[in-house]
């Protein structure tokens, strides 16, 4: 493909690992030698306090390895188990100085490059939730001019990238936000009454519950995009995460059972659910890519768990689709879960090839 760079070899030697703190997961990938070998997704409930993160981190303590180094991006700032952004940098810088030691720490801090522990705390504007930083420039590195969408499992975001440098309009969540950069609806987290107020049922558009009775992995579960292990967390009503249950979840958002309609229906609904969700996306996407001049070849590089609703929206674009997990040097078979948790895998990368210093 004409736009595709040579690729990211990776050639630096040594253990170096990865990792995404978020407000809901953990995320580790471990690279020896430059090559992603190990990728894994831990729930890690940031608002129910640090302590949910120390058990994810004890979790994944045996699959690290020895004398590695660790590199580290976050999004948990924006939990609401802390008071303000400011003091949840602080307080995840503090438990990474307390778990990791600080000596050999280096924390991403997107625009500014890697930086030590102690350095950190004077740069909480760029370290704040920069970890689609990592991935994008990653993917501009490698792949020269896209857009790269990664869709976790609460929000989207969506970079574009020219020349192998990133071409984002914004820089923090609320720039993104306002730029179509980040769309706030993800693959298994997001509320249905988030996407849309009414779906039609029978014929008629019903107004939904204002209720977290359902959620996107519902509609996942229905539609059989889900990959279960994807799904870390209860359901809405704490039932069973079962295609019935699902579509008992989905009834309960318009005021019915599951036994009202044929199963048949509710699939309809929950693919109408999708349907307007992609719309939403697709919207940003288009936004974006028309502000960044891409041109009509530039891919889009699909990335987190969310990646078969990304497919479709490269389709709806007009553009060729590119997965992460293909662009970056990785054992096989490593390659799925590393893309599922892209911003843990691109800060390993990144550092072992020295880009920022």
Do not use: C
Request: proline share 3%.
């Amino acid at each position: 493909m004409a736009h595709m760079k040579a690729g990211f070899a990776g050639e630096e030697k040594g253990s170096v690992t990865g990792w995404d703190i978020g407000g809901a997961h953990l995320k580790m990938s471990r690279a020896e030698n430059g090559q992603i070998i190990l990728t894994r997704t831990i729930r890690a409930s940031m608002w129910l306090g640090l302590d949910k993160v120390r058990d994810a981190l004890a979790e994944l303590q045996p699959l690290l390895g020895i004398d590695t180094t660790h590199v580290v991006t976050m999004t948990g700032e924006l939990s609401d188990g802390f008071t303000s952004r400011a003091a949840g940098i602080h307080a995840i810088l503090d438990f990474i100085a307390t778990e990791f030691g600080g000596s050999g720490v280096r924390v991403y801090a997107g625009r500014s490059g890697f930086v030590d522990l102690s350095r950190a705390y004077g740069l909480g504007s760029d370290i704040a939730s920069a970890n689609w930083h990592a991935t994008a420039e990653l993917s501009a590195i490698v792949a020269g001019e896209g857009l790269f969408v990664d869709m976790g499992s609460t929000t989207t975001d969506i970079l574009p990238f020219k020349n192998g440098r990133l071409s984002n309009a914004g820089y923090t969540d609320a720039e993104r936000l306002m730029s179509g950069e980040l769309v706030y609806t993800g693959s298994t987290r997001s509320a249905l009454i988030g996407i849309a107020e009414k779906v039609p049922v029978r014929g008629t558009m019903t107004p939904l519950m204002n209720e977290y009775f359902a959620n996107t992995a519902d509609l996942g579960r229905i539609l059989g995009t889900l990959d279960e292990a994807d799904d870390h967390y209860p359901a809405a009503d704490r039932r069973e995460k079962s295609r019935t249950g699902s579509i008992d979840r989905l009834a309960r958002m318009v005021g019915r059972d599951g036994a009202d309609l044929e199963e048949a229906e509710w699939t309809d609904i929950a693919r109408w659910f999708s349907e307007h969700q992609l719309r939403m996306i697709h919207d940003a996407a288009f936004m974006v890519a028309a502000n960044a001049r891409l041109v009509a070849a530039a891919p889009v590089v699909g990335a987190g768990i969310g990646r078969p609703q990304i497919m479709r929206l490269a389709e709806r674009l007009g553009r060729p689709y590119v997965d992460f997990g293909t662009l970056i040097p990785a054992s096989d078979g490593g390659r799925e879960d590393a893309s599922k948790a892209a911003p843990a895998a691109a800060v390993a990368l990144l550092w072992s090839k020295r880009r920022y210093a």
